[in-house]
C-alpha cells in the first residue's frame, strides 16, 4: 500500500526540494538565462515568483481562519528580491524559512482562508503544506531545466502532489460545462485517479483504493492517461504535453479540461 504522507512528512520535502531549487539557481551561469518551460520569465523572476508565493502563504497561514487573505503588505514590503545572486539566494532561504515556520507552528489543523473553498480538500494549515509540495517541485523542474539537468520529480512528492491536483485544484461545484465526462489518470508506480465531470461540477476518486474517496463504480472512462507520477503532475502544470503520456479516448476532453477556468 502506497504510503500516505504526513503534515511531517511534508514540512520535510518542503525543505529537500527548496534545497533542490536553491542548487539549481545557484548553478546558473546568470539570473538572466531565460525559463524554458517559463517562456516569459528570466530565472531571477521564477524565483521571485516562487519566493513571493511562500512569503503569501506563511502570512495566510499565521493569520489563521479568514474570509480572505491578508492585506498585501503582510508578506510583501514593496522591495522585491534582490538582484544579486547570493543576497537572492539568502532572500529565498528566507522565503522558505517564513513559510515552514508558520507551518510549525500552525499544526496541520489551523483553519486558514484558502483559493480551493469548493473542493474535495480541507480549509486548513496541512492542506496548505500539501498545495506547497508540487509548486515547489515543479518549479524545481523549471529551475533545473533551466540549467540544462532537469530531473523527475521524486516519487513520493509526484505521488502525492498529482493526488492533491485533484482532490484539490480540480474537485469544483461549479458545473462543467461540456458532455458529462469520466477521466482516469495512471501512475506507473501503482495509483490512479478518477474525475467525474458532469453538472454537478467535476468530483475526483481513488480507484483500486479501499480508503474514503475510492470510486468503486466500475465503468469505463471517455478518456485515460498513464505515465509516471512524475509525468502526470508535469503534464498538469503544462510542462509536458500529453503525447508524452500514453492516452487513450477522447483527446478533446483534455483540451477541454486544460482550457476550463471554473473560477471565470
Known amino acids: 500500500?502506497?504510503?500516505?504522507?504526513?503534515?511531517?512528512?511534508?514540512?520535510?520535502?518542503?525543505?529537500?526540494?527548496?534545497?533542490?531549487?536553491?542548487?539549481?539557481?545557484?548553478?546558473?551561469?546568470?539570473?538572466?538565462?531565460?525559463?524554458?518551460?517559463?517562456?516569459?520569465?528570466m530565472l531571477f523572476d521564477l524565483v521571485q515568483h516562487l519566493g513571493m508565493g511562500r512569503r503569501r502563504t506563511a502570512a495566510i497561514v499565521a493569520a489563521g481562519p479568514a474570509d480572505a487573505?491578508?492585506?498585501?503588505?503582510?508578506?510583501?514590503?514593496?522591495?522585491g528580491a534582490p538582484r544579486e545572486r547570493e543576497a537572492l539566494l539568502a532572500w529565498w532561504t528566507e522565503s522558505v524559512e517564513r513559510l515552514t515556520n508558520a507551518l510549525r507552528e500552525a499544526g496541520p489543523?489551523?483553519?486558514?482562508?484558502?483559493?480551493?473553498?469548493?473542493?474535495?480538500?480541507?480549509?486548513?494549515?496541512?492542506?496548505?503544506?500539501?498545495?506547497?509540495?508540487?509548486?515547489?517541485?515543479?518549479?524545481?523542474?523549471?529551475a533545473q531545466l533551466t540549467v540544462g539537468a532537469p530531473e523527475p520529480l521524486p516519487v513520493e512528492v509526484a505521488l502525492d502532489g498529482f493526488d492533491d491536483c485533484q482532490f484539490?485544484?480540480?474537485?469544483?461545484?461549479?458545473?462543467?460545462?461540456?458532455?458529462?465526462?469520466?477521466?482516469?489518470?495512471?501512475?506507473?508506480?501503482?495509483?490512479?485517479?478518477?474525475?467525474?465531470?458532469?453538472?454537478?461540477?467535476?468530483?475526483?476518486?481513488?480507484?483500486?483504493?479501499?480508503?474514503?474517496?475510492?470510486?468503486?463504480?466500475?465503468?469505463?472512462?471517455?478518456?485515460?492517461?498513464?505515465?509516471t507520477a512524475s509525468d502526470l503532475v508535469l503534464f498538469f502544470y503544462g510542462r509536458i504535453s500529453l503525447d508524452s503520456l500514453k492516452f487513450e479516448g477522447d483527446r478533446r476532453i483534455f483540451d477541454q479540461l486544460a482550457a476550463w477556468d471554473p473560477s471565470a
Not at 545557484?26 to 517562456?39: E, G, K, M, Q, Y
Open 1 to 41: 500500500m502506497q504510503k500516505t504522507l504526513t503534515f511531517s512528512d511534508h514540512l520535510r520535502l518542503i525543505d529537500e526540494r527548496s534545497t533542490a531549487f536553491r542548487a539549481a539557481v545557484a548553478a546558473a551561469p546568470s539570473l538572466d538565462v531565460p525559463v524554458p518551460s517559463c517562456p516569459e520569465w
Open 69 to 79: 487573505p491578508p492585506e498585501k503588505s503582510a508578506w510583501d514590503d514593496g522591495t
Open 109 to 142: 489543523d489551523r483553519g486558514c482562508w484558502t483559493f480551493w473553498g469548493d473542493s474535495q480538500s480541507p480549509e486548513n494549515s496541512g492542506a496548505w503544506a500539501r498545495r506547497q509540495l508540487p509548486e515547489i517541485a515543479v518549479h524545481t523542474y523549471d
Open 168 to 227: 484539490t485544484l480540480c474537485s469544483t461545484d461549479v458545473a462543467w460545462p461540456h458532455e458529462p465526462a469520466v477521466v482516469d489518470y495512471y501512475a506507473a508506480e501503482g495509483r490512479s485517479w478518477r474525475l467525474r465531470l458532469s453538472r454537478d461540477g467535476a468530483r475526483a476518486a481513488r480507484l483500486g483504493a479501499s480508503a474514503a474517496g475510492e470510486d468503486p463504480n466500475p465503468d469505463l472512462a471517455d478518456a485515460s492517461a498513464r505515465g
